[in-house]
């Protein structure tokens, strides 16, 4: 029976532990605890705690357990923990959440208000005291929570199911030892056997070793919705459904035969009209005072509604409610179900998809415009399935998966995936608007033999990056050496944050030489990196990796305070002839705001006078850049700091626009001088062009220094054309700081 509340509810009543009574279910949940001061373990574990509590309050009127609410508290508290523990897990285990269902029906809470108000409260209470984990989306955690509540409901009700069936097979066990007992004293245990047989509310048949249906309770009978006379007419194999385990029928024979006394399991059956009746059923073997197999007992539960919300549940946890299509869970689901297939050896296609600037969409005309287009472009991939085989889900944001199981070969899933392009061709009409959709797909196709899903989803990913490289619109093929090209690169990037707090980077020095006299000018630092496996790496490997990551910015940082402070140890030991120092910005740093104020502080931190540090952009750096980046880069030069424009020649190449840059040095590429081969050689258009350019500089009164000198004959060729300073391998290759020091001491 169930308890009721000491007062009502949400009144505040004081109970046995001094906090207050239970609230109503509709009572706000309480805030979550502020951060005490033993950090963020402490603070989970008193928003647990604060979680046990509620939940406690919340349940412990429906309950008929014999503990004290705060023995409840305790109880429920290592529950809140697995729940909590639970909610992080990218892959659900449902048996931990499910012990929490049987753990309430273990302390007698089994009222189904207690499990009402449970899901509720686990759902509030976990997103409440749950920290903030931007490394998990917010649906992601709904998703998985759903997951939670499903797992704790069928926890519960197997739990209380099996309860159930324990005391009622010790019910029936008495009614059938009455039954026995009558042909000993037929008046009194037939009477007695009937009233139980008669009276449980669990449906009962008898049957003989031939099949035949002899003897069925009330309860049985309107479970089927039918008559005694009509299923005393049938037989056991009479109630087979299409939807039976397997090998539920030799079990039956088992039974029969002798070779088992009981089975158990879930089981479907047609009702007279139709309709479906899900139970749960136990079978009994019935043998004679000799052991000899007599009767078989069926006893059924109904368990349909329970069955259908469990549907509900799992619906919900594995379809995307927008589109309607499956969703991550389903999709791995389905082809985990391909890699765990006996025998192995079958083939599979995935192809992954990506909507190509759908962020526009949302960003200019609204996300409610962009779920219709969402749910316009499913509709258009579903179209395109051809057969059961072949399904598509919704994996997040404006990405799919299409699944084809056992393909003929890899052009079914490359005609897969032409299909959807050309469904996605003609514009969709939305809100009085032809939005247009292009979309980027990576297919792959193989055995399951040699590889994982996981590792098949992934190679599906990275060719869809493929063909985003190639523009868009169009499907890339898996390509093994490309997969691990591009592995290779993503390994070098997650590594290299940590690889810049271990000291992994290191600075090398390349000299800038008057042609005048030989004089060292200045040095260019350069950034490489000293891998622990593939050795030192040069900046083309993972300069464009930090680029695209972001980590650009603090790597920059890094080599601007140590090149400056090298170029305060010359200026210490050298103070006539300390070179200054170049060092490069990226575009990122171009445009970062806190561009001067980086450099201002390093310089006072290094003591460095602003005229030892010369600044390198590139062309690409500063074409297109707004006001606010050439207003920072012009702050620079007021201070003092040198600018030069590197690798001149090989961007934009905008003449004109020289005119409105702060710089005083133009660095011209390699590229000008590649057909300056002496008097004897080389194209003397090359010459031409190198004149025309030097001209310029000359009109604009900027210096020039000319990169990658390789040959004396190079070398002359500029002293012939006053080139002043020049860099290269002609004169020296990129060294230690120590070299520096050495041809500064000779």
């Known amino acids: 029976m169930t308890r009721s509340p000491a007062a009502p509810a949400g009144t505040g009543t004081a109970g046995a532990s001094g906090r207050p009574d239970a609230p109503g279910p509709d009572d706000p949940v309480p805030d979550a605890p502020a951060a005490p001061a033993g950090g963020p373990r402490a603070h989970e574990q008193e928003g647990l705690a604060r979680f046990a509590g509620f939940w406690a309050r919340v349940i412990y009127p429906f309950t008929a357990t014999s503990m004290t609410r705060d023995e409840l508290e305790r109880h429920l508290l290592p529950l809140a923990t697995r729940l909590r523990s639970l909610l992080d897990e990218d892959l659900l285990d449902a048996s931990p959440a499910q012990e929490v269902g049987r753990g309430l029906v273990q ?14 409260v686990i759902e509030a209470c976990l997103l409440l005291y749950r ?7 917010s649906d992601v955690v709904r998703s998985r929570l759903s997951r939670l509540q499903a797992a704790v409901a069928a926890g519960f009700a197997r739990a209380l199911r099996d309860r ?17 007992r009558s042909q000993r004293a037929l008046h009194e245990s037939e009477a007695k056997f009937r009233a139980l047989f008669e009276g449980l509310a669990v449906g009962i048949g008898v049957g003989d070793l031939q099949g035949r249906i002899v003897d069925v309770n009330d309860a049985l009978v309107s479970m089927f919705d039918s008559t005694p006379e009509d299923m005393r007419k049938m037989r056991v194999d009479d109630l087979v459904h299409p939807d039976d385990l397997p090998g539920v029928w030799d079990l039956y024979q088992q039974l029969i035969r002798g070779e088992r006394d009981r089975f158990v399991m879930e089981k479907p059956y047609f009702r007279s009209d139709g309709s479906v009746l899900w139970t749960d059923l136990r079978v009994s073997l019935i043998r004679d005072e000799e052991g000899r197999p007599q009767y078989q007992v069926a006893m059924l539960e109904d368990v349909t509604e329970r069955k259908q919300i469990n549907d509900r549940l799992r619906h919900q946890a594995t379809h995307d409610p927008l589109t309607g299509l499956g969703n991550r869970v389903l999709f791995l689901e389905r082809l985990e179900e391909v890699f765990a297939h006996e025998g192995g050896g079958r083939r599979v296609g995935v192809c992954y998809l990506d909507l190509d600037g759908f962020k526009a969409v949302n960003d200019s005309l609204g996300h409610a415009t962009g779920d219709r287009l969402l749910v316009a472009v499913a509709e258009r991939l579903t179209g395109c399935l051809r057969g059961p085989h072949q399904s598509v889900a919704r994996m997040g944001g404006d990405e799919f998966t299409a699944l084809v199981v056992d393909p003929a070969g890899p052009h079914e899933v490359t005609e897969l995936a032409r299909r959807f392009l050309a469904a996605l061709a003609a514009p969709v009409h939305i809100d009085g608007r032809d939005l247009s959709v292009n979309v980027s797909i990576g297919v792959v196709e193989s055995s399951t033999d040699g590889t994982t899903a996981a590792r098949m989803v992934q190679s599906a990913d990275i060719s869809l990056y493929r063909a985003k490289a190639r523009g868009g619109n169009c499907y890339a093929m898996h390509d093994p050496e490309a997969d691990a090209r591009e592995m290779s690169r993503y390994h070098l990037s997650t590594r290299m944050p940590e690889a810049l707090e271990s000291g992994e980077f290191f600075l090398e020095y390349q000299p800038m030489v008057s042609l005048a006299d030989g004089s060292l000018k200045g040095v260019e630092a350069l950034v490489r990196w000293r891998h622990p496996e593939h050795g030192v790496l040069g900046p083309d490997r993972f300069v464009p990796l930090a680029e695209e990551t972001g980590l650009i910015v603090p790597l920059g940082r890094w080599v601007l305070e140590q090149a400056c402070s090298q170029a305060r140890r010359w200026q210490r030991e050298f103070p006539d002839c300390a070179p200054r120092v170049n060092v ?10 806190g561009l001067v104020q980086d450099v201002a502080r390093v310089l006072k931190n290094c003591e460095l006078e602003p005229g030892a540090l010369q600044l390198e952009v590139t062309e690409s750096a500063v074409v297109g850049a707004d006001d606010q980046a050439l207003t920072a880069l012009r702050e620079l030069t007021d201070m003092g700091v040198g600018l030069a424009l590197d690798d001149f020649g090989t961007g934009y190449s905008n003449f004109a626009g020289l005119r409105r840059l702060p710089v005083q040095t133009l660095k011209i590429d390699r590229s000008f001088i590649s057909g300056l081969r002496g008097a004897e050689g080389g194209d003397p258009r090359d010459e031409q062009v190198l004149a025309g350019v030097l001209s310029l500089a000359r009109t604009l009164e900027l210096a020039v220094t000319v990169e990658g000198v390789e040959t004396e004959e190079q070398a002359e060729r500029l002293r012939s054309l006053s080139v002043q300073s020049a860099q290269g391998w002609h004169f020296a290759r990129p060294g230690p700081a120590d070299a520096i020091t050495r041809a500064l001491r000779g």
């Open 107 to 120: 302390a007698h809470c089994t009222d189904p208000q207690v499990l009402a108000q449970s899901l509720t």
């Open 131 to 137: 920290p903030a984990s931007p490394d998990i989306p």
């Open 164 to 180: 159930t069936r324990h005391e009622q097979e010790a019910i029936t066990r008495a009614a059938l030892t009455a039954h026995q």
């Open 584 to 593: 490069n910005l990226s575009v990122h740093q171009v445009r970062s705001p």
